[in-house]
């Protein structure tokens, strides 16, 4: 199972984007959608830093299969919980996570590795 349905119970939308554009604004200003509130789909999203993550973890095949990680988010920072089998898998998802639009931090302080 991949980290977007495990994280959020639902297969991924059609044609989601780790960076999409904007296709909608921001509910409550009325404004442009805050990077880390823009979803899968260019859609105001609560949790679309998240998802976004998830996603691109879903489409690296050397981390997809790791099964005991989460992902959460605090305004732009993406916050890793569970454990990893290796540094080497750890330092690959903070990589990608980091990589995706309106990442402003990762924090691992809750992840183990090994």
Do not use: C, H
């Not at 495990?6 to 904007?22: D, S, T």
């Not at 604004?25 to 789909?41: F, H, K, M, S």
């Amino acid at each position: 199972m991949g980290f977007f349905k495990k994280m959020f119970g639902m297969e991924k939308p059609e044609n989601a984007e780790i960076n999409p554009v904007a296709t909608a604004t921001d509910p409550e200003t009325g404004g442009e959608i805050a990077a880390e509130r823009l979803g899968v789909n260019g859609e105001y999203d609560q949790s679309g830093l998240a998802k976004r993550v998830a996603l691109a973890f879903d489409e690296d095949a050397s981390v997809t299969e790791v099964e005991t990680l989460w992902v959460a988010q605090t305004g732009g920072s993406v916050v890793l919980k569970g454990s990893v089998p290796s540094q080497e898998v750890l330092d690959r998802m903070v990589e990608l996570a980091s990589g995706v639009s309106g990442t402003t931090d990762v924090s691992i302080d809750q992840v183990t590795v090994g």
